[in-house]
């Protein structure tokens, strides 16, 4: 049933969007409006809407007698987000230090030992969520919104990527450690620390996932299989 409030094109827009980015609709796959349509028990003018909706957010491309296709994840294009965050999620840290007060530091602290609950029960897709939480909080205490918004917006365009920790446990572990020595920072209004703390996280984090990126493009048939059999239970 249509959630009320949302017109139908939009629910079908993040159901198709969610299904893109959860893997259950794979890069290089048709969209089919006449089976969507039946899919979703509606016509299909508000399929064409939500496919051209997520044309615009660059997760389907539309070609002449081709018709909609999802988009193929780009390695280029992920390296070049992540290497924008690097230096826009250090800036946020650094504006948000003097502002970081105690309930802050309380609620990064319990959310990174959800964090590492998640760990210790190996839900890995929990923990993505979880971590993205952790930082949004520390740059929404700056003062500054268009820069937020600006790495909100990245990280929601990061999201059609498997969680790195899914497939890279180890930095999980390592990401709940680099957590608790930015706290610190934050906690003793270290600028210069969370600052640096910030931006080696975010470089072991695109290192990690760069290596990983190279594993899956050189993998075989199975193992794709099964990462993105992995992908869409989570």
Do not use: C
């Not at 007060?101 to 993505?128: I, P, S, T, V």
């Amino acid at each position: 049933m249509k959630p009320k409030g949302k017109t139908k094109n939009l629910v079908v827009y993040e159901k198709l969007r969610q299904g893109i980015i959860k893997g259950t609709i794979r890069p290089g796959q048709k969209l089919v409006m006449a089976t969507l349509a039946r899919k979703y028990n509606t016509s299909e003018t508000p399929i064409r809407e939500a496919i051209r909706r997520l044309e615009s957010d660059g997760y389907v491309i539309f070609t002449p007698h081709s018709g909609a296709v999802v988009t193929e994840i780009n390695r280029q294009e992920l390296s070049e987000i992540y290497a924008i965050r690097i230096s826009l999620e250090a800036l946020a840290t650094r504006l948000a230090v003097p502002f970081i007060d105690h309930d802050d530091l309380k609620w990064l602290n319990r959310k990174n030992g959800e964090m590492r609950a998640a760990f210790d029960k190996n839900q890995y897709e929990q923990l993505a969520r979880l971590n993205k939480a952790f930082h949004l909080r520390i740059y929404k205490a700056a003062p500054y919104p268009r820069l937020y918004k600006m790495i909100s917006d990245l990280w929601d365009a990061f999201e059609r990527w498997p969680s790195i920790f899914t497939f890279i446990p180890e930095r999980a572990a390592s990401a709940i450690r680099e957590h608790e020595q930015i706290i610190q920072a934050l906690e003793t209004a270290d600028v210069d620390r969370a600052d640096d703390l910030m931006k080696e996280q975010k470089k072991r984090s695109l290192e990690a996932l760069q290596q990983y990126m190279v594993q899956r493009s050189t993998g075989s048939p199975e193992m794709l299989e099964e990462i993105w059999r992995k992908q869409a239970q989570n």
